[in-house]
């Protein structure tokens, strides 16, 4: 508790660094703000392209929306994976890059990662806001469920702020994590259903079996992957415009939890040495 009220007391320096973060980002540009549907964009015309035409992976129509439209279907799952991965790479290298704040000033360590979710999720809203007006256009009736849209949204900011300062820290003593975590988003982005219906996985791991004559399927490992879980819970809300399975809703808030305590477990226990380590 004590270390939460820290936390608070440098509410105004979180503030500071967010505004910093969104107004230096996008600074002398001509388009501004509009360049943060860039990337989104850019991703799903390739993947629509690929995905969509030339190797179509055929997602199901929204139940009960009854949305067939593979590019809204894409982005449902592509905007809460670029906000997680803007906010692992981000604040994976937030104490490296204020390394002279943090040896010249005295303050809560913490708030320079968790500055980045609050900078990711201003952009998101711009994103989502496209998103929602998109769905709206094609047919589908999203705005009763925004309310639970921004639930799931909190949940996916606490569960990528854990694993945030898990990487910021591993980043102060081995400096090649930075570069590693690319690898792993890439491997982590693949192995998620975003461009590419879950379905897939489980009719192909019905056909497998058991793995090594054991119980255990290729589903049953790919459902311990939490992205999984939170793809889910923005698809069925925005796409489908149906309430999720509540154990989907659990599994992510364990999996928030979890991450977010441990991280934060990991770096109150560093954040003594950090200027040394610096």
Known sequence: MKYLNEVWSSRE??????????????????????WSLANPLALMLIY????????PSNPRAGDPSGLNVFALWLLCGLLPWT?????????AGSLVDNANLIQKVSFSRIVLPFSTVGAAAYNWMFEIAVLLIAITIAGGFVLPWIPLVIVAMALL??????????????NVYFRDTQYLLTIVLQFWL?????????ERVANKSAEIGGLGGTPVRIVDIYNFNPMVHFVALFRELIYDNRFPD?????????????????????????????AEAL
Request: net charge positive.
């Open 48 to 55: 629509s392209l690929v995905f969509g035409v030339f190797f």
């Open 13 to 34: 320096l979180l503030f500071n660094l967010v505004s910093r973060d969104v107004r230096g980002k996008y600074k002398r540009t001509v388009f501004g703000q509009l």
């Open 190 to 198: 693949y192995l998620t259903p975003i461009i590419y219906p879950i």
């Open 246 to 274: 509540p154990l989907e809703w659990l599994i992510c808030l364990i999996w928030a939890a979890a991450a977010l305590s441990f991280g934060m477990l990991v770096f109150r226990k560093n954040e003594r040495n950090l």
């Open 157 to 170: 900011a606490l569960f990528a702020a854990g694993v945030a300062l898990l990487f910021s820290i591993a």
């Open 83 to 91: 906000f997680f991965s803007a906010v692992v790479s981000s604040g």
